[in-house]
C-alpha cells in the first residue's frame, strides 16, 4: 500500500542502522592492540596473530615474498616491512601460518630466508610508509637509539 510504512525496517530493531563492519570495529573495542613482539620462535603457530618477531631483542624487517608469482615484478623499487606473525595468509587451498608484513598480514607474505634483517639496517626511502609498518620502524629506531645513549 501506498504510504504504508510496514515495509520500512525500523533502524532501533536492527542495530542502530548500523553496517556490518561498523558493528564490528564496535565489538572489537576502539582498536585492538598489537601483541607484545617476542623472541622468533622455533614455530610460528604457537604464537598469536599479528605478533612482531624479534631476533636478538631487534625488531625484524624483510623484503616480499614474490617467488611465488609466475612473473614477479623486478622493476618497481620494493619496500621493506615489518616481520609478524600471520595466521591468515591467503592461499588458493586456504590459510596458512607464515612471517607477513604487518600492514596487512593477510596478503603480503616475506621472503624471511634471505632478506631478513634488524629493522634499522633498512635506509628510510625503503621502508614500508603504511601505518602499521611505520610505527613498528619507529619504535625500531626507538629502541635502538635508547640502547646507544648511555
Known amino acids: 500500500m501506498c504510504g504504508d510504512d510496514s515495509d520500512v525496517i525500523d533502524p532501533a530493531v536492527t542495530d542502530s542502522g548500523t553496517s556490518g563492519d561498523e558493528r564490528r570495529f564496535r565489538e572489537m573495542g576502539a582498536r585492538k592492540r598489537r601483541p607484545a613482539a617476542v623472541e622468533w620462535p622455533d614455530r610460528l603457530a604457537e604464537v ?4 612482531p618477531l624479534l631476533s636478538s631483542g631487534h625488531l625484524q624487517g624483510a623484503l616480499r615474498d614474490a617467488s611465488l608469482w609466475g612473473c614477479p615484478d623486478t622493476v618497481k623499487p620494493k619496500y621493506a616491512h615489518i616481520v609478524v ?15 607477513a608484513a604487518a600492514c596487512d598480514s593477510a596478503r603480503i607474505m616475506l621472503f624471511t630466508d634471505g632478506s631478513c634483517k634488524d629493522a634499522t639496517a633498512f635506509p628510510d626511502g625503503v621502508r614500508c610508509r603504511r601505518p602499521a609498518c611505520a610505527a613498528l620502524f619507529e619504535e625500531a629506531d626507538r629502541a635502538a637509539a635508547e640502547a646507544e645513549s648511555p
Open 85 to 99: 606473525v600471520s595466521h591468515r595468509i591467503g592461499m588458493r587451498a586456504g590459510a596458512m601460518i607464515a612471517e
Open 48 to 51: 598469536a596473530h599479528g605478533t
